[in-house]
């Protein structure tokens, strides 16, 4: 008969058999590189309140005619806010851009994707798109008004010509760039040129056509602003010349700086757009 004794038992022919302890269930443990700490909002609030508090302190040494600094434009900005005209002249800007600009990229995506596919397209026109993108185009605001009179076509169109072209040259670009090889993987398997589109030279191209996006933005809302400097004086642009004409340097800021957040706003929002039609990009970046 068997026995125990600490750590041994005895077997049937009286031998002691060593026996031990059952291990305990053992941890698992993630293997791989600890992950960082993302800190890049840490830095950004830091320059942020660096840049406010400079420009706070030098702002107040300048004759107030010539600069205005941000507890002065804040006040100004409440005042605008309650008396409704900064509200008003946001959704009118707002209105020329975000149509014009929606106009320029799908007409820019859609005519790169065309000038990158198709050799003979491209060489017909490229001249023609590198001389409109040359032009100074704020130069031809003049001839709009011409055609278009001074109402919301003029600032339109503005927005449209403006927006389109770093649209269009960076979505041809990407086509472009698309590797030769999977293009003729796609052949060889009896791939459509619908196919070959959507599921080989769209998904390639598009890091160059969000670029092309953002770029297209901070060109719109140039557009904006000199539209409504020289065709409606609406928006936020009239509220800039109003204010610069009176002298208000505090009141001016403030459609300036809300045309900045604009900016901001929007192409956080493309960025956001990007990652999630897009996820590996973002994969890729990390």
Do not use: C
Request: charged share 15%; glycine share 8%.
């Amino acid at each position: 008969m068997a026995t125990n004794s600490g750590n041994q038992i005895g077997n049937q022919d009286g031998d002691a058999v060593a026996v031990y302890p059952a291990p305990e269930t053992a941890q698992i443990e993630e293997i791989g590189p600890p992950r960082k700490q993302d800190h890049t909002w840490l830095l950004r609030l830091a320059s942020i309140l660096i840049i406010v508090s400079a420009w706070e302190l030098l702002g107040r040494r300048i004759a107030p005619l010539f600069m205005s600094y941000p507890t002065a434009i804040s006040i100004a900005a409440l005042r605008m806010i309650r008396n409704g005209e900064l509200i008003e002249a946001l959704l009118q800007s707002l209105a020329t851009l975000l149509l014009g600009f929606a106009v320029a990229a799908v007409l820019g995506m859609a005519l790169g994707l065309l000038l990158g596919r198709y050799r003979a397209l491209d060489a017909a026109t490229d001249w023609l798109v590198s001389a409109l993108y040359s032009t100074p185009l704020v130069a031809v605001v003049p001839l709009v008004i011409l055609w278009f009179g001074l109402g919301f076509q003029a600032k339109f169109f503005i927005v449209v010509i403006l927006a389109i072209f770093p649209i269009l040259i960076n979505t041809a670009s990407g086509v472009r760039n698309v590797s030769g090889t999977l293009i003729d993987v796609g052949t060889a398997f009896a791939a459509t040129e619908r196919q070959v589109f959507l599921k080989i030279i769209l998904p390639a191209a598009l890091p160059y056509m969000v670029t092309g996006l953002r770029l297209g933005i901070g060109r719109a809302i140039i557009g904006v602003v000199v539209a409504e400097f020289f065709t409606a004086i609406t928006g936020l642009g009239a509220l800039i010349v109003k204010y610069g004409n009176q002298y208000d340097t505090a009141s001016m800021f403030v459609p300036i700086l809300m045309l900045m957040l604009l900016g901001i706003g929007l192409t956080d929002a493309l960025r956001r757009v990007e990652e999630w039609i897009a996820p590996w990009r973002r994969a890729d970046e990390e």
